[in-house]
């Protein structure tokens, strides 16, 4: 137990995404999760939905802390944790889900738009794509607390910010994604959720 990271934040919004997720993810088998962090919403989510392999990827510094909340769950939905750069390599296998959670607002934009092209070469036909985390529409802020927040990002990393929803919509359309929910979260967040097209 000592060492192991822990997220407030997590466990505060684990339930609200779980309840996201269950509606979406009953026929999955295969999920990615892109910037697993501490490791909690992977133990959470995979224990509430024992039917599908949740797999954890991260940075490398994470890695340790995500191994610790997997090992001491012992599920047997959760493989290895994988290392996972956006800008790197991405797995060679497929998925039929990639989740992430507040994650877009602290890479840069190339960053981002680097996620999508590696969601666009996991992510099956039929799969979804799910990213929890705070957004602006139509370029302004939905609250005053994201506007603090943003200063806070930018203060720390110039090339983080909260993203605007019309453009991240935008990466999303053009790896073949269309956007089915946009649910309101607590604490300000959304949590979309987009389907990908069968290619023909």
């Given at each position: ?196 097209r069968k290619t023909l």
């Amino acid at each position: 137990m000592s060492g192991k990271p822990f997220a407030p934040s997590c466990a505060r919004n684990q339930g609200p995404i779980l309840e996201v997720l269950q509606r979406h993810l009953d026929d999955t088998r295969r999920v990615l999760e892109v910037g697993s962090g501490t490791g909690q919403h992977a133990v959470h989510f995979a224990a509430a939905m024992p039917w599908l392999s949740w797999q954890c990827s991260d940075r490398a510094d994470n890695l340790p802390g995500i191994t610790m909340w997997l090992d001491e769950a012992g599920l047997p939905n959760t493989p290895p944790v994988i290392g996972l750069d956006v800008d790197g390599p991405w797995p060679e296998a497929r998925f039929d889900a990639v989740f992430t959670a507040n994650s877009l607002h602290i890479m840069g934009w190339p960053q981002v738009q680097a996620f999508f092209a590696g969601v666009a070469a996991v992510l099956d036909d039929n799969g979804l794509l799910v990213v929890y985390g705070p957004f602006n529409y139509g370029g302004d802020f939905t609250s005053d607390s994201n506007r603090a927040f943003e200063q806070w990002l930018k203060d720390r990393d110039p090339a983080s910010g909260i993203r605007d929803f019309e453009a991240v919509d935008a990466l999303a359309r053009s790896i073949g994604l269309s956007l089915v929910e946009d649910n309101a979260m607590p604490a300000n967040n959304r949590c979309l959720v987009w389907y990908k097209r069968k290619t023909l």
